[in-house]
C-alpha cells in the first residue's frame, strides 16, 4: 500500500528491517558490508542502504551507488592490508546497469550521440568487434534485433533521440562500474596484493529487457523530498526529457537495446537462451595464472564453479551438509583445459534451458523446446530439433529429471513431445475466470506484460479488461458490480480488436485496441497478481485477496484440450509390486552367491550389496530363467505371462534384414514387432480387478506398440528402446540412466502413497547392457580394489555397482514410506550377459551368451521379496519371467487368466508350503530361438528343459544334444547317447509344443551359398 511506497521512498520509517536479518551479509560469513539489501534501487539515494548491519538513513548530495561500493572496496583493502597479512576474500556486487537508468550527469556526456544510429547498428558494430576480438567466429549467423515489433526505422526522430539518449545513459552507469574496477586494481597494487589477489569478472545475467512499471514492491515513485520520479509515458514528454537519468527519472533498457546490448546473442535477462545466461567472464591472477595474457579458453564455466575454485586455492573444502553443484576451475587457471561433459539446467518462470557439451535446448515459457548447436550457431538462429531429435529428446529427458528434483518447481511443465502450448498472439483470445468477492481489489488474471499481454483486475467493484499492444495499454472497464458473488467472467479479445468483457453471462463493456497482438507474450500466465511487469495500469503489489478459480486464457484458433477423467478408488488395501528388470545381466555377475553349492555363482569381483539386500530379505531362485535369449521378447512375456513363441516374437523389435536374415543355411522366420494391445498385461490386470491400482514403467520398453501408456501403464519415460542408455548425455552423473529412473520411480511411489493407491512399478534398467557407463567415482573405487581370479573388469563392474547404488535409493525409499511391509519386489533379468570369451561378463559356470540357448543366455537372477517371504531363503524350484504375471495374480486374487498363459504362480513355492509346486499349463519349460546372431557364434535352436534334463535341437543340423543339469550345468557332455528314450519323448514333446503354437519356423535358404554365408566371415 501506501506506506510501503512512501517506505521505498524514504518518507516513512516502517520500523522493521529490510528483510530478514539472519540473511544479512554478516550473518552469512562476511565480516564487514556496505550495500544495498534489495537488489532495484535509486542510484543517487539508495533504498535498504546498509552499513555492516545497520540503516544507513542519509546520503550525501553528490551520492552515486557505484562510486559508494568502490570507495567502500578501495577502503576494506587498505584496512585489510594494515591490520594484517592474511588472505582477504572480497565480493563487490555492482547493482549497474540494472534499470533505473541513473549516471552522472558528467559521465553520460562522454557518450553524447554515439548511439543516434540506433539498436541495429549497435548490434552490427559490437558483433564486429566481437568477432575481430575473436570472441565469436566471424561467419556465425545473426538475426536481426529482437525488438518486439517496434523497428527504429519506425521511430519518429523525437523517438530516435530519446532511445539513443537512454542507452547513453547505460553506457555511462558501465562506464562507472569500469572506473571502480580500475580504482580497486589500483589499491591492490598500492598495497602489494595485486600479484596474489584472483580477480573474477562477471555479470549475473544478459542485458535487461524490462521497462519497469508504477512505484510499489521495490520501486519508488517519489525522491525523498517529494518530486515525482518519472516513468517511461512522461520521460518521453518534452518537459522531462532533460530528467532522463536523474533522480527524477525511473526507466529501463526495453527489449530492443538490450537484445543489442547482448549482441550476437537471442533474447535477454529473464530467458534462458544465450542472452539471458552467457555473459563475459575474466580471471586476472598474476602470481598463479598460467595462460597467455589476454588469452581466451572455450571451456565451459558457469557463476557457481567460483565457490568451488575459491575454496580450493584456499586449500579449504565444502561443508559435509553443503554440497556444491559447482566444479572447481583451478585445473583451467593452472593451463589445464576442462572437462565439457557437465550438463548445465536452466529455469526462470518457466524459460528453461539444458546444454550438453555443444548442444543446447532452449525454450521460452509456454512455448516448445528447440535445439541448437552453440559451436556453429552460439545465437541460436538454427532451430536443429528436426534434423536431430534424440539430441533433443535426451537433454529434455535430462532437463525434466533435473527439474523434478529440484525443491519448489513452480507451475513450470514439461511440453509433451514437442507440442506446441497454446498461444495468444495473431489469433482471437478468450480469457475467462470465478473469482469470489466484490470486497477485495487486485489483478484476477494475467498473461504478458508491459509489451504485450492481457489481464483482468477489478478496483472499486469495477472489473477492467486490460489489452498490451506493442506497450500501447487499451482498457474497457464495467460499471460498478453489485452481488455477494461469485462472479463468472468471460473477456474476449475479438478479430479487428473488438474488445467485449461479461459477468455472469451479460456483457458489460465494450470497445476496440485497434488489433490482435501481434506477438506471443514473453511474460507467463499470473492468478491473483501480475508477478512480472504489468500488463494493466496498477502496481506491482496489487494483488487480488478472494478466490480466483476456473482460470482459462486460450486462443480461439486452437482446440482445448480433453478434459482429465475423474480419479475413481475402490476395493479394499491391497499390496504394492516393484519389478526391477535388468538388461543382459548375467548369473554370476553379482556379490550374491545365488547357488551356495556353486563357488562361481557369486562374482569374486564385483561388489552388489543393496542386491543382496532384496537376496537376505526374500527368497532367491538357483534355476531361474529369461522367458528367452534377447530383450524385446523376454519383455514381452513377463508383461503377459504368454511365451514369446506362442506371441510368435522370436527376436527384438524392428530387426528383419542384413547379415542376421540374409545369406545363412536357413531363412528366420517372420516374427512379431509390437506388444499386442489385445493382449492383457500385468498392470492391466490389476486395474481391472482393482481401479485403485496406479503403474509406471520407468526405463527400457524396448517392445514398440504405441508405449507403455497403451499397455496399463499411467506414466513412463516413453517407449524407449536401447539407445537412451547408451547417449553421451547420460554422463557423468547418470550412467546408464540409472538415478534418474530411480528418482522417477520414488517420486512415483510418493505419490501413490500419500493418495492412498496401490501401485504396480516396473523399473528396467539399461544396465548391465553393452556400451558401459558408469560415474568416475566409482571407476576409481574399481580401480583400486584388487582384482578377483575370474572377474576383473573395471568398466563392467563399475556399471553393475552404480546400477546397485540406485537401486539401494530405490529400497530406501520403500523403507522411509513405511510401505516394506505391503510391497513385494521381484528382481531378474531380460536375459544373460554378453559372450563369455569377454572377461568382464564371466557367467559363472555357465556356457554360451545372452541370443543362445544356453545356460549363459538364459539363466538369470531371480529374487523376491515382500509379506510371508522367508528372508534369506532360497529355492531349486525352477522358475521363468513368464510365472511373474501368475504369481502377481495370485497375490491378488486375479482369477481367469488368458488360456494362453504358460506361466505359474510362485506363491506356494514363496509361502514355502508343503510339497510346493508350480502350476503351468505344461510342466516342461520351452524356448525357441529360430534366429542367427554370428558375433556370438548363435544359430537356430529350440530347447526344452524337463526336471534336471535339457534338450537342444539345432535347426541348421537337425542335431539333438541331451544335457543333465544337475551333474553338468556348463552343458559340456551329451548324454543323449545314455538316455535315448527320454532324448525321444522330448523331443517329440517339444515339436508338438512348436506346432501347438504354430511357432514360425526357420526354413532352408534355397539360395545358400558359402560363399556368402555370414557366419563364414567370422
Not at 572377461?839 to 545372452?850: A, C, Q, T, V, Y
Request: proline share 7%; charged share 25%; hydrophobic share 30%.
Amino acid at each position: 500500500g501506501q506506506d510501503r511506497i512512501g517506505w521505498m521512498n524514504h518518507q516513512v520509517d516502517l520500523g522493521i528491517p529490510f528483510a530478514a536479518p539472519q540473511s544479512y551479509p554478516r550473518q552469512r560469513g562476511f565480516d564487514q558490508f556496505y550495500g544495498v539489501i534489495w537488489g532495484v534501487v535509486d542510484f543517487f539515494d539508495p533504498f535498504s542502504l546498509v552499513h555492516n548491519d545497520d540503516p544507513v538513513t542519509d546520503v550525501a548530495d553528490d551520492y552515486y551507488l557505484t562510486d559508494a561500493i568502490t570507495n567502500y572496496s578501495v577502503k576494506y583493502i587498505q584496512d585489510f592490508d594494515k591490520s594484517d597479512k592474511d588472505p582477504f576474500f572480497l565480493y563487490v556486487a555492482y547493482t549497474a546497469p540494472h534499470w533505473p537508468l541513473h549516471a552522472k550527469p558528467e559521465v553520460t556526456e562522454k557518450y553524447d550521440g554515439r548511439y543516434d544510429a540506433g539498436w541495429d547498428q549497435l548490434k552490427k558494430d559490437r558483433f564486429e568487434r566481437q568477432r575481430k576480438l575473436k570472441l565469436f567466429p566471424g561467419h556465425i549467423p545473426v538475426e536481426p534485433v529482437e525488438d518486439r515489433g517496434v523497428s527504429w526505422d519506425s521511430l519518429s526522430v523525437s523517438e530516435k533521440e530519446y532511445q539513443a539518449n537512454k542507452f547513453e545513459v547505460h553506457a555511462a552507469m558501465v562506464d562507472s562500474v569500469d572506473q571502480g574496477i580500475g580504482r580497486i586494481v589500483e589499491a591492490l597494487k598500492e598495497t602489494g596484493e595485486f600479484e596474489n589477489t584472483v580477480i573474477f569478472f562477471l555479470s549475473d545475467n544478459g542485458a535487461s529487457p524490462e521497462i519497469p512499471g508504477y512505484a510499489g514492491y521495490d520501486r519508488n515513485g517519489e525522491t525523498r523530498d517529494g518530486r515525482t520520479a518519472h516513468r517511461e509515458k512522461e520521460l518521453k514528454l518534452p518537459e522531462n526529457r532533460n530528467k532522463l537519468g536523474s533522480d527524477e527519472s525511473y526507466t529501463g533498457l526495453g527489449p530492443a537495446w538490450a537484445n543489442a546490448a547482448n549482441s550476437p546473442l537471442k533474447y535477454w535477462k529473464k530467458e534462458s537462451y544465450e542472452g539471458g545466461c552467457r555473459t563475459p567472464f575474466i580471471v586476472h591472477w598474476p602470481a598463479g595464472l598460467k595462460a597467455k595474457a589476454g588469452s581466451i579458453t572455450r571451456d565451459l564455466g558457469h557463476v557457481m564453479d567460483i565457490g568451488p575454485t575459491c575454496l580450493e586455492l584456499a586449500g579449504a573444502k565444502p561443508a559435509e551438509n553443503f554440497p556444491m553443484d559447482g566444479v572447481s576451475m583451478v585445473k583451467a587457471l593452472a593451463g589445464a583445459s576442462l572437462t565439457n561433459d557437465r550438463i548445465l539446467f536452466f529455469e526462470h518462470n518457466g524459460g528453461r534451458a539444458a546444454r550438453h557439451r555443444q548442444w543446447k535446448i532452449s525454450a521460452l515459457a509456454g512455448q516448445p523446446w528447440e535445439l541448437y548447436n552453440l559451436d556453429k550457431d552460439p545465437a541460436e538462429t538454427t532451430n536443429m530439433i528436426e534434423d536431430q531429435p534424440q539430441r533433443y529428446e535426451d537433454l529434455k529427458y535430462r532437463w525434466e529429471d533435473w527439474l523434478a528434483q529440484m525443491p519448489q518447481v513452480g507451475s513450470v511443465k514439461p511440453i509433451q513431445n514437442g507440442k506446441q502450448a497454446e498461444r495468444i498472439a495473431n489469433q482471437p483470445v478468450k480469457m475467462s475466470c470465478t473469482f469470489s468477492s466484490l470486497a477485495h481489489n487486485g489483478v484476477l488474471v494475467a498473461q504478458g506484460g508491459s509489451q504485450q499481454g492481457i489481464s483482468l483486475h477489478l478496483r472499486d467493484k469495477k472489473l477492467t479488461f486490460n489489452v498490451r499492444i506493442n506497450s500501447k495499454l487499451t482498457e474497457i472497464t464495467t460499471p460498478a458490480l453489485e452481488g455477494n458473488g461469485p462472479f463468472e467472467v468471460e473477456a474476449l479479445l475479438d478479430d479487428g480488436g473488438k474488445l467485449r468483457l461479461s459477468v455472469n453471462n451479460e456483457v458489460r463493456a465494450t470497445g476496440s485496441c485497434g488489433s490482435l497482438i501481434p506477438v506471443q507474450p514473453q511474460d507467463g500466465l499470473s492468478i491473483k497478481d501480475d508477478s512480472q511487469s504489468n500488463v494493466g495500469a496498477y502496481g506491482d503489489d496489487f494483488k487480488y485477496a478472494g478466490k480466483v478459480t476456473d482460470v482459462k486464457v486460450r486462443g480461439l484458433n486452437i482446440r482445448p484440450a480433453k478434459p482429465r477423467k475423474e480419479k475413481t478408488t475402490e476395493g479394499k488395501p491391497a499390496p504394492n509390486f516393484i519389478v526391477i528388470l535388468t538388461d543382459d545381466q548375467g548369473w554370476g555377475t553379482t556379490s550374491i552367491p545365488y547357488d551356495p553349492e556353486i563357488r562361481q555363482s557369486a562374482s569374486d569381483f564385483f561388489q552388489t550389496p543393496n542386491m543382496e539386500r532384496i537376496a537376505n530379505a526374500g527368497m532367491r531362485f538357483t534355476q531361474a530363467y529369461s522367458a528367452h535369449p534377447n530383450c524385446s521378447p523376454s519383455r514381452a512375456a513377463l508383461l503377459t505371462g504368454i511365451s514369446p513363441a506362442a506371441m510368435h516374437m522370436s527376436d527384438i523389435v524392428d530387426r528383419h534384414g542384413g547379415r542376421l536374415y540374409e545369406g545363412n543355411k536357413l531363412n528366420p522366420p517372420r516374427h512379431v514387432d509390437d506388444l499386442d494391445s489385445n493382449l492383457d498385461t500385468i498392470p492391466e490386470l490389476l486395474k481391472r480387478h482393482n481401479r485403485a491400482y496406479r503403474s509406471a514403467h520407468f526405463g527400457k520398453w524396448h517392445l514398440n506398440g504405441n508405449g507403455p501408456e497403451a499397455h496399463g501403464f499411467d506414466e513412463s519415460d516413453g517407449s524407449t528402446g536401447n539407445r537412451e542408455g547408451t547417449v553421451p548425455s547420460n554422463l557423468p552423473d547418470d550412467p546408464k540412466r540409472a538415478f534418474s529412473m530411480t528418482r522417477s520411480s520414488i517420486r512415483f511411489m510418493e505419490r501413490q502413497v500419500q493418495e492412498g493407491n496401490p501401485f504396480y512399478l516396473q523399473v528396467s534398467h539399461y544396465a548391465t547392457h553393452l556400451g558401459y557407463q558408469a560415474t568416475s567415482e566409482t571407476i576409481a573405487k574399481l580401480t583400486d580394489r584388487k582384482p578377483g581370479r575370474r572377474h576383473n573388469s573395471v568398466p563392467y563392474g563399475s556399471m553393475i555397482e552404480d546400477l546397485d547404488r540406485s537401486l539401494g535409493d530405490l529400497l530406501d525409499a520403500v523403507e522411509r514410506l513405511g510401505i516394506s511391509d505391503n510391497t513385494y519386489i521381484i528382481y531378474t533379468a531380460d536375459n544373460g550377459t554378453y559372450p563369455t570369451e569377454d572377461p568382464g561378463n564371466i557367467n559363472g559356470p555357465l556356457r554360451g551368451s545372452k541370443a543362445t540357448l544356453w545356460e549363459a543366455g538364459v539363466r538369470v537372477p531371480m529374487m523376491l521379496a515382500g509379506p510371508g517371504i522367508q528372508a534369506g531363503s532360497i529355492s531349486r524350484t525352477p522358475a521363468i519371467g513368464w510365472d511373474i504375471l501368475p504369481t502377481i495374480c495370485e497375490i491378488v486374487g486375479v482369477e481367469n487368466l488368458d488360456e494362453r498363459i504358460e506361466g505359474g504362480s510362485l506363491l506356494p513355492v514363496l509361502m514355502r508350503k508343503q510339497n510346493a509346486q508350480v502350476q503351468r499349463s505344461r510342466e516342461e519349460l520351452y524356448f525357441h530361438w529360430p534366429h542367427y546372431q554370428h558375433e556370438k557364434k548363435s544359430k537356430p535352436d529350440s530347447t526344452v528343459i524337463a526336471g534336471n534334463f535339457k534338450l537342444h535341437y539345432f535347426w541348421e543340423s537337425r542335431e539333438v544334444q541331451l544335457f543333465d543339469l544337475s551333474r553338468d550345468l556348463p552343458e559340456k557332455t551329451d548324454v543323449s547317447g545314455e538316455y535315448p528314450e527320454l532324448t525321444k519323448q522330448l523331443q517329440e514333446k517339444l515339436m508338438q509344443y512348436l506346432s501347438d503354437i504354430d511357432a514360425p519356423l526357420p526354413k532352408v535358404n534355397p539360395n545358400y551359398s558359402p560363399a556368402t554365408d555370414p557366419a563364414l566371415d567370422q
